[in-house]
């Protein structure tokens, strides 16, 4: 059964950190690139970071450039969203995507607890 569980929101004041992570299971993690995403209420999911299946390459929104560091861990099966200097724009509810360029993708469910700022 494939799997994907974010945890790690909660609310911080303004400029402060929060730790994402996202355990993955039931599919080869170490071929599948990474990407977060967050969707605040009443807009359209956006993507906010995506990592290689190597971890050659990242990629970001401006909106959170030099603010997320995105990475991961395939001897683990995790991939992690480091988030600092956090604004009120930030808040919104995470997902975490595993894909394949060709278009295969699995979602987790989104951080029980939302991001909050």
């Known amino acids: 059964q494939v799997r994907l569980v974010e945890s790690g929101g909660g609310l911080v004041q303004p400029g402060g950190s929060l730790r994402l992570s996202c355990a993955a299971s039931?599919?080869?993690?170490?071929?599948?690139?990474m990407r977060w995403y967050r969707q605040a209420p009443g807009k359209e999911r956006e993507q906010v970071a995506n990592?290689?299946?190597?971890?050659?390459?990242?990629d970001y929104a401006d909106s959170v450039k030099g603010r997320f560091t995105i990475s991961r861990d395939n001897a683990k099966n995790v991939a992690y969203l480091q988030m600092n200097n956090l604004r009120p724009e930030d808040t919104a509810v995470y997902y975490c995507?595993?894909?394949?360029?060709?278009?295969?993708?699995?979602w987790g469910q989104g951080t029980q607890d939302p991001v909050s700022s």
């Open positions: 995507n595993a894909y394949l360029k060709w278009g295969t993708s699995y």
């Open positions: 039931g599919f080869t993690f170490s071929v599948y690139a």
């Open positions: 990592i290689t299946r190597l971890a050659t390459s990242t």
